[in-house]
C-alpha cells in the first residue's frame, strides 16, 4: 500500500487490464483514488488476490470486482487502462470477441501502458476509431518503485481529447502525464528514454569499474561527482548499490532487452544510427548469459568484474 495523496477527481468506473509487477501496484491507486476498479489477469488467482488486497482501501467491497475476460472486465467503464508484456499480449487482451475493444461502450478511451511498438500502437488506434472508441498509447518510466509509490512518468501519443479525459484519473499512479502528439508519439517517446538509459546505465558502469581498478574509494567518489557535472538518476539511485553488487532493484534485463529489440527494429526502419545503442544491447545480452536474467539493469557493472 502506499502513501500517497491522491488529488481530488469525480469517482469513475474503470477497468485495468493486466497485474503484473507494474499494474497490480496502478491499478491500487486507482482505488486509493476513489474509483470503481474491476481488472482482468491472465492468471484469475492474481485478481482474486488483487480485490483482496484492495477491498479494504475501497471500503467497499463492491468498488473493487474482478472478470474473466477482458471484454468482461471493460463494460460499463469509462476508462480502461492495460499494462501487460509486449506487441502479442497487448493483441491478445485488445482484440477478438473476448478483447476489451467488444466490450467497451461508445466513447470509451483505452490507455495503454504496456512498452510496446509504435506499430501496435498505430493499428490498435486504428482499429478502435473504426468502433467509435479512443485508444491511447502511454508507456511509462520508473520502474516497479515508481508505480508503487504513484509515481510514474507517462508518455502519451493519441488524440488530445482522448488524453484529455484520461490524464485527471491516471494522475493517481502518475507525477506526469503528457502528451506528445499523434498515435505512437508515447511509444516513440519511450525508445527515448530507454536509449537515455543504456548509455547511461553502461557510462557508470565503466567509471565505477575504472576507479574501482584504480584504487578509489567509490562510495566517496560517487558522493563527490554526483555534485558536478557527472550527476543524474542512475547515478544517485544505483551507483552505491552497483558498487555494493546488488542488482534486484525492479526493472530486469530481460525486460530492457525487449525494450532495446523495440528501439532497434524502429530505428533500422527510420534511419536512425545507434552505435552505442546496439552495442549495450549486445552486453546486455551477455549478462544473460551470465546467468542476470532477472537482474535490474544496472548490473551491466557485472562484465566488467
Not at 233 to 258: E, H, L, P, S
Request: proline share 2%; aromatic share 8%.
Amino acid at each position: 500500500m502506499t502513501t500517497k495523496t491522491y488529488e481530488t477527481t469525480p469517482a469513475r468506473r474503470v477497468a485495468f487490464l493486466g497485474l503484473g509487477v507494474m499494474g497490480y501496484p496502478m491499478a491500487g491507486h486507482l482505488v486509493g483514488a476513489g474509483h470503481q476498479v474491476t481488472v482482468y489477469n491472465r492468471t484469475a488467482t492474481k485478481s482474486i488476490a488483487w480485490c483482496a488486497d484492495y477491498a479494504g482501501a475501497a471500503g467497499q467491497k463492491e468498488a473493487v470486482r474482478y472478470a474473466e475476460t477482458p471484454c468482461l472486465a471493460v463494460q460499463g467503464a469509462d476508462l480502461v487502462f492495460c499494462c501487460v508484456g509486449n506487441d502479442d499480449d497487448l493483441r491478445s487482451v485488445v482484440l477478438g470477441p473476448d478483447g476489451a475493444l467488444a466490450g467497451m461502450q461508445a466513447g470509451a478511451v483505452l490507455v495503454d501502458h504496456t512498452t510496446a511498438s509504435a506499430n501496435v500502437a498505430r493499428e490498435l488506434y486504428a482499429k478502435a476509431k473504426v468502433l467509435g472508441l479512443n485508444f491511447v498509447d502511454a508507456p511509462v518510466s520508473g520502474g516497479q518503485a515508481g508505480a508503487q509509490n504513484g509515481q510514474l512518468t507517462v508518455m502519451c501519443g493519441g488524440d488530445q481529447s482522448a488524453f484529455d479525459a484520461a490524464q485527471a484519473v491516471a494522475m493517481a499512479y502518475s507525477k506526469a502525464f503528457t502528451f506528445l502528439g499523434e498515435s505512437g508519439a508515447g511509444q516513440l517517446a519511450k525508445m527515448v528514454n530507454q536509449i537515455c538509459i543504456a548509455g547511461l546505465v553502461q557510462g557508470l558502469s565503466e567509471a565505477i569499474a575504472f576507479g574501482e581498478k584504480a584504487g578509489l574509494d567509490m562510495n566517496q567518489v560517487l558522493d563527490v561527482i554526483g555534485k558536478g557535472a557527472a550527476q543524474s538518476w542512475q547515478m544517485d539511485n544505483r551507483g552505491k548499490t552497483m558498487v555494493a553488487n546488488k542488482f534486484d532493484f525492479g526493472f530486469a534485463v530481460d525486460w530492457m532487452r525487449k525494450d532495446l529489440g523495440l528501439v532497434l527494429d524502429e530505428a533500422r526502419r527510420n534511419g536512425a544510427r545507434l552505435p552505442v545503442t546496439a552495442l549495450v544491447d549486445q552486453f546486455y545480452a551477455d549478462v544473460q548469459q551470465m546467468g542476470g536474467r532477472r537482474w535490474d539493469t544496472s548490473s551491466l557493472i557485472k562484465r566488467l568484474k
